[in-house]
Structures are given as C-alpha cells and as structure tokens.
C-alpha cells in the first residue's frame, strides 16, 4: 500500500527498479553463474537499465521545474498587472480594500510554499543523483572484486544484499520526491484559484469604474438642465 501505483508520476520506475531486483534475486538464487564474464555483463545490464530509468525521472524533474517556472512567471505578471490596476483605480477601491488585502496575502502565502516544495524538490533530486552514483561505484567495485578473486556464492549473496538495499533507498526517495510533486500540483491549482478570484475582484472594480462614470455623466447632465432652466 505504501508503493505507487503504476499509473502514477514515478510509479513506472518503481516497478521497473523492483522487476530489476526481482531478477537479480531469481537469476542469483538458482545457482552461481557459470563465469566470470556472464556475470559482470549481467550486473551491467542491471547498471544501465537502472541508468536509464533515473534519466528518465531526471527529465520528469526538469520537466516540472519548467511548468514551476512558467506557473511562477504567471504569478508576477498577474502581480505586475494587479499592481497597474490598483494604481488606476485607487480612488475607487476603498469598498475594496479587504478584500484585495486577503488576495495578496494568500497569493504571499502561495508563493511562500512553492519555494519550500521547490526547496525540497531540489533537495530529493540531489538524493536520487547521490543515490545513483553510489549504486553504480558500488556495482563496479564489486564487479570489479569478483572478477580478480573469483565469484563465490556467499559473494554473490552479500551483492544481492547491498544491490537491494541500495535499490530501496532509491524507491524511498521516489516516493517522497512523488508526494512533493503532487503537493506542488495542489499548490498550483490554489494558485490558480486566487487568481480566478483576483479576476473576479478586478471585474468588479472595472464595473464599478464604469458605475462612476455613467453616475458622473447624468451628474454633469442634471446639471446643464438645472443651469438652462434659470
């Protein structure tokens, strides 16, 4: 229950890693390899196959580094254009002044958690990067190791040990930089609803712009009939 699901962001190089792992333990478990050679190419298969889905979750990072950087683009021009409206309309937003205050502090407040998710989104990609480079130092040492002194199959136990262990402190770290990922979307997705509601906000000041005008016109109207008739 604590594994995601393989329709989720990371679940597919979850799974992949854990077919991996299930693997080695099979291929491991029936007997010790015949020589030396199927050995190393076997375990380098395993490297690269690993390699491969951790670019692929690299890329998935990069990916969502860019739509936090256009979400973040949205927010300052929407600020930048909030601010030119307020100036406009400055005479006219009294009525309206709670209400752009609570707007600007849940936009603060937006902003304020996306930096800690962006934080935290850097901190689990250094993990997974760490995480990778020990794996692949580990897997060459050993291959390395075995190959002068001959495959043994308490050996071989031991690498299988270290392998998986290794493999889990990858999967945990997917999981958390998933949960982040997630939690970045929700953080979007208020974002975009204070926005709505900022929108909303500016509808009704523009309204009430027009309002003023239309209420100073039959003023100055009023005015002219009232002047004309003495």
Do not use: W
């Amino acid at each position: 229950s604590d594994s995601p699901s393989k329709n989720s962001y990371i679940g597919s190089y979850y799974h992949t890693v854990r077919k991996l792992a299930d693997s080695a333990r099979r291929q491991i478990s029936i007997c010790i390899l015949p020589d030396v050679v199927t050995v190393y190419i076997y375990v380098i298969n395993c490297i690269s196959a690993v390699v491969d889905a951790l670019k692929t979750l690299q890329e998935k990072i990069k990916r969502l580094e860019l739509e936090r950087k256009q979400a973040q683009k949205n927010y300052h021009q929407f600020s930048q254009d909030a601010q030119k409206k307020q100036q406009v309309t400055a005479l006219h937003t009294v009525q309206n002044q709670p209400a752009a205050a609570e707007l600007g502090s849940k936009l603060q407040s937006a902003e304020a958690r996306c930096k800690v998710l962006e934080k935290q989104l850097d901190y689990m990609r250094k993990m997974v990067e760490n995480a990778k480079k020990d794996k692949n130092a580990f897997m060459e040492n050993q291959v390395t190791q075995h190959l002068k002194k001959g495959i043994k199959s308490e050996k071989l136990e031991k690498l299988e040990s270290e392998y998986l262990k290794l493999s889990r402190t990858q999967t945990l770290a997917e999981m958390k930089l998933a949960i982040l990922e997630q939690n970045l979307l929700k953080e979007q997705h208020e974002r975009k609803l204070v926005q709505e509601k900022a929108d909303e906000v500016s509808t009704l000041l523009t309204l009430f712009q027009r309002t003023m005008r239309e209420i100073k016109c039959i003023t100055q109207k009023i005015n002219g009939i009232y002047k004309f008739s003495i």
